[in-house]
């Protein structure tokens, strides 16, 4: 049997890891209950590896009420309690307090925009950029510094690289990862 080879960063042994660089990482997804998700994902992932948010997922999706929106704008003193003592999530005080917060903000560029997308798209032009090596770009400094100055925390300029990563919006299959393509 053919092994695949794919990215240096995807641990082989982790079947959650190997699933997600080959059926989710930099594929197109743009519906809006997954672009909440991985923000607030993402979000939680700064200073820890992708794995160990990937590895919780499963139990973010419960504590989160299924990463629903409207749901997590209401969480109040007695939730964020009951999130601080929840094991099996990442328990950073600051982060849940602004995933919170970061929630309710999307919302608002919902309201403004019509959709998370739209706002994205007057940054990304609609256009998937195909790139490898790099952390940062142009475009994920300017998300970043915009949802920062609209007051959203854990967004740097790295987060929202990864973001734009994990969505599609930027394609980084290193060369040799049997999904590597450049730009059609």
């Given at each position: 049997m053919e092994i695949k080879k794919r990215c240096s960063w995807c641990k082989a042994n982790n079947e959650l890891y190997v699933n997600y660089h080959d059926t989710e990482w930099c594929v197109p997804n743009f519906n809006e209950q997954y672009l909440y998700e991985m923000l607030i994902l993402e979000s939680f992932q700064a200073g820890?590896?992708?794995e160990c948010v990937?590895?919780?997922?499963?139990s973010f999706k419960t504590?989160?009420?299924?990463?629903?929106?409207n749901k997590v704008v209401l969480y109040g003193e007695e939730k964020i309690s009951d999130l601080l003592i929840n094991k099996n999530i990442i328990r950073n005080k600051q982060k849940i307090i602004a995933s919170i917060n970061n929630s309710k903000i999307f919302l608002k560029i919902v309201k403004e925009y019509g959709?998370?997308?739209?706002?994205?798209?007057?940054?990304?032009?609609?256009?998937i950029i195909y790139e490898t090596g790099k952390t940062t770009n142009a475009i994920s400094d300017a998300i970043s510094k915009d949802l920062q100055k609209r007051g959203m925390?854990?967004?740097?300029?790295?987060?929202?690289?990864?973001?734009?990563?994990?969505?599609g919006?930027?394609?980084?299959?290193?060369?040799?990862?049997?999904?590597?393509?450049?730009?059609?």
């Open positions: 820890l590896s992708w990937l590895n919780k997922r499963a504590a989160y009420d299924n990463f629903n929106v959709s998370f997308y739209n706002y994205l798209k007057t940054f990304t032009l609609d256009k925390k854990f967004v740097g300029s790295t987060i929202i690289y990864s973001y734009l990563q994990a969505i919006v930027i394609y980084s299959h290193e060369e040799g990862c049997f999904l590597y393509k450049s730009k059609p």
